[in-house]
């Protein structure tokens, strides 16, 4: 093996243990629950727990892998903006533009939730046509009852 290969060799390993001691990615917290939206039903409920939770609400389940850098930088990175966006443990009414019934009718119908990295390492968050579609209208009407159509 020539020297630089042997650098590398050595290198790689030294800056993964390096990067372990990075601090972000390693606050995982689950704030309490504070106030779920009324759901329609509980079909949308079991759904939205099923492909959404684990970034739109204060219930995430953190896997191992969320804590080892660099993946735990994404995994945090993901989850502090989800519960930004869309927090369903600090469900607002409405008060939220993404609480809004077309708002999410909008996000949802862009097909980009759950987003595809997610549903790789998640697989029981991949949602069929159907039940994209129910969820949809779940959300959808959950956001109405909850007073988020006012606005």
């Known amino acids: 093996m020539g020297r630089g290969a042997r650098r590398v060799a050595i290198g790689i390993p030294l800056l993964f243990l390096l990067i372990q001691a990075v601090p972000y990615g390693r606050d995982h917290d689950n704030p309490p629950v504070v106030r779920e939206p009324p759901w329609a039903d509980v079909e949308t409920r079991t ?3 099923r492909a959404c939770f684990d970034c739109h ?3 995430t389940v953190w896997p191992a892998y969320s804590h080892i850098a660099p993946i735990s930088w ?3 990175y993901d989850v502090r903006e989800g519960r930004d966006e869309l927090n369903f443990s600090e469900w ?3 008060a939220r533009k993404k609480e809004r019934p077309g708002e999410i009718r909008k996000e949802m119908n862009k097909g980009e939730m759950p987003p595809f990295v997610y549903t790789l390492t998640h697989p029981a968050a991949r949602l069929s046509a159907e039940e994209r579609g129910r969820l949809v209208e779940g959300l959808v009407a959950t956001a109405v009852q909850g007073g988020a159509a006012r606005r």
Request: proline letters at 0%; zero cysteines; aromatic letters at 0%.
């Open 47 to 49: 759904l939205a727990k």
């Open 57 to 59: 609400s204060n219930e």
């Open 74 to 76: 994404l995994v945090q």
């Open 92 to 94: 607002k009414g409405g």
